[in-house]
């Protein structure tokens, strides 16, 4: 059925009231998807491309992995926050339906107006939650009042931040620092985070704090019954020069990748690359036109 609009006597279809109020693809992987699969008992899968491109992001995607914990390529820290909107954008364009879980540069979120603005500026541009790295609960609850996604991370810190502990290192062997590992988690959990990662914990700690948040939390390199594990590709892939300890290779990224080159460069320098298939012919009457013109040249 249609009808007429009586201001405009422009008739209407029903097909065209059916207005998308949304940019979400149908499908994605949202926050409230991951917490359905903690409460369900499903095991989440997050990967880290670190800095490779879109297209290992979409393989991932296509893999149907749940979350891609998404940094940003750039030379310097500032260079990495002007590229940001972009490299979302990016990746978002690539793969559709995973969980982008994206860490901002700290100079685009060192106070409260620009975290808000800035955090604003990626979830429009396709980013899912944000990981803001030892971020304070001021700021947690702040952002997460003003709908901002805080997917947040706790134990061992990733970037700068670790000078504060001196150095990427293994926390919570001790009971008191088990305690300000778990009380960190469960603060950021209270002033609204909506999930995180833990890093670099003894498993019986990461399977306390997974087991006391009603949020879902992704091990790092720490092993136990977590609500699903992080694997940075540069370990998945083989693509480092020796494997961390709770790294496991999946794939021989340079392997792949140099023995298709040196294949097709052999093919080149043997000639058996191209074929006559790989290329197309010139009609016959053309050709002799062509020829004639250029025969005194």
């Not at 950021?188 to 306390?208: C, F, H, R, S, W």
Request: charged share 25%; with cysteine.
């Amino acid at each position: 059925m249609a009808e007429e609009n009586k201001n405009t006597n422009v008739e209407i279809k029903d097909e065209d009231k059916k207005v998308k109020s949304s940019l979400m693809k149908k499908g994605r992987k949202t926050i409230q998807v991951l917490q359905k699969m903690k409460d369900n008992g499903e095991k989440i899968v997050q990967m880290c491309p670190a800095d490779r491109d879109k297209y290992f992001a979409m393989a991932a995607d296509m893999a149907g992995c749940d979350v891609l914990r998404l940094t940003v390529p750039g030379e310097n820290a500032e260079m990495r926050a002007a590229n940001a909107p972009w490299w979302i954008r990016t990746i978002r364009g690539a793969a559709q339906y995973i969980h982008i879980n994206f860490v901002p540069q700290t100079c685009a979120v060192s106070n409260l107006n620009d975290a808000f603005k800035n955090c604003s500026i990626y979830q429009t541009e396709g980013a899912d939650s944000i990981n803001i790295m030892g971020i304070n609960n001021e700021m947690c609850k702040y952002l997460s009042d003003n709908y901002v996604v805080l997917f947040g991370h706790v134990g061992a810190l990733s970037g700068w931040q670790t000078a504060g502990f001196g150095g990427y290192k293994r926390l919570g062997k001790t009971a008191e620092d088990a305690y300000k590992v778990f009380k960190m988690a469960y603060e950021y959990q209270e002033n609204g985070m909506k999930a995180m990662t833990i890093e670099l914990t003894p498993i019986e700690v990461t399977n306390i704090v997974a087991k006391k948040l009603r949020i879902p939390v992704i091990n790092i390199a720490a092993g136990g019954a977590a609500d699903g594990s992080e694997m940075v590709d540069f370990d998945t892939f083989n693509m480092m020069p020796s494997l961390a300890t709770h790294a496991k290779v999946y794939g021989d990224f340079f392997k792949f990748a140099v023995g298709g080159y040196a294949a097709w460069a052999n093919d080149v320098r043997t000639g058996v690359y191209p074929e006559d298939k790989h290329g197309f012919h010139m009609d016959p009457e053309e050709l002799a036109k062509f020829e004639e013109m250029v025969k005194d040249f």
